[in-house]
């Protein structure tokens, strides 16, 4: 199972940095602030990656995967689950609740989402994240993917929500 997953994110990987580029009207890429053409505030310098932890610390040991990562005007959100006793609401609830922190810790905001990738332990579940979901990112919502889990969702939570916004 996880060596499919793995699978998977090695070929997704190309594919996602491509979909993470802004497009306006006419297919046209928008030039961040920090492009390499010279015609944002960066003046040429390259967009750099930097990883953010939730309360400003680094972890004391190195972690699996970064929480936050930015690169150049792009914010990446890793999964998030809620891993407490509760319903798919109360776990859809704290799992936005996270995200929204996160985005405003680096300057985004829930209106500046493109990508919401939704994990659900069960399909059975879908109604209920949605009542929750549904008005939580502005008048005009990123694209959205839902699945359910194969297995499950690590930790046992019911939801798992990742993201990718601008800042």
Request: proline residues 7%; aromatic residues 6%.
């Amino acid at each position: 199972m996880s060596s499919n997953r793995r699978d998977f994110i090695r070929k997704a990987a190309p594919v996602a940095a491509v979909a993470a580029v802004p497009v306006v009207a006419g297919g046209q890429a928008m030039a961040s602030d920090n492009d390499t053409q010279g015609k944002g505030k960066g003046h040429g310098r390259p967009p750099r990656k930097e990883v953010h932890y939730p309360g400003g610390g680094e972890p004391p040991e190195n972690p699996l995967f970064s929480p936050i990562v930015t690169y150049g005007n792009m914010v990446f959100i890793s999964g998030i689950g809620a891993h407490f006793e509760g319903d798919i609401r109360s776990h859809t609830d704290h799992v936005l609740n996270e995200i929204e922190r996160y985005l405003e810790s680096v300057g985004s905001s829930m209106e500046k989402v493109l990508k919401v990738n939704v994990y659900l332990n069960t399909l059975d579940d879908y109604d209920g994240m949605n009542e929750v979901f549904l008005g939580r990112w502005g008048k005009e919502p990123g694209v959205r993917t839902t699945i359910a889990a194969a297995a499950g969702i690590p930790g046992d939570s019911l939801v798992e929500i990742d993201c990718i916004a601008v800042i």
